[in-house]
């Protein structure tokens, strides 16, 4: 498990379909935004995937921009977190380095 020492970002740049990190330990993660949105750590978020699917929603505008999701902005918080504003303008996802890194492992 990474410690708080090694979970640093070189750096962090947008990539094609999605966000690539590379670590101060050598690890390089790529994280696709369709999979970053999926697991945004908001609260909304975390509510919305204990739900049971509902087979009568409605496809809204938001659904189809939430297939091709796209970071508008990544807002450093403080030296171990950025939140995104997605252009579905859902912006209160909080991404802690330790979670972004988590993300890109393999599960
Ligand atoms: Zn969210």
Redo the contacts with the bound molecule.
């Keep these: 498990m990474a410690d708080g020492v090694t979970l640093k970002p070189l750096s962090l740049k947008r990539d094609g379909d999605g966000l690539t990190i590379h670590w101060a330990d050598g690890v390089v993660s790529h994280l696709p935004f369709r999979l970053l949105r999926k697991q945004?750590?908001?609260?909304?978020?975390?509510e919305e995937r204990q739900k049971p699917p509902d087979p009568f929603r409605i496809i809204t505008d938001k659904d189809i921009l939430a297939a091709s999701p796209q970071p508008k902005q990544m807002i450093p918080r403080g030296h171990y977190a950025y939140q995104i504003v997605w252009n579905d303008g859902?912006d209160?996802?909080i991404y802690t380095l330790e979670y972004l890194r988590k993300l890109g492992e393999p599960a």
């Design positions: 945004c750590p908001c609260a909304t978020c975390n859902h209160t996802g």
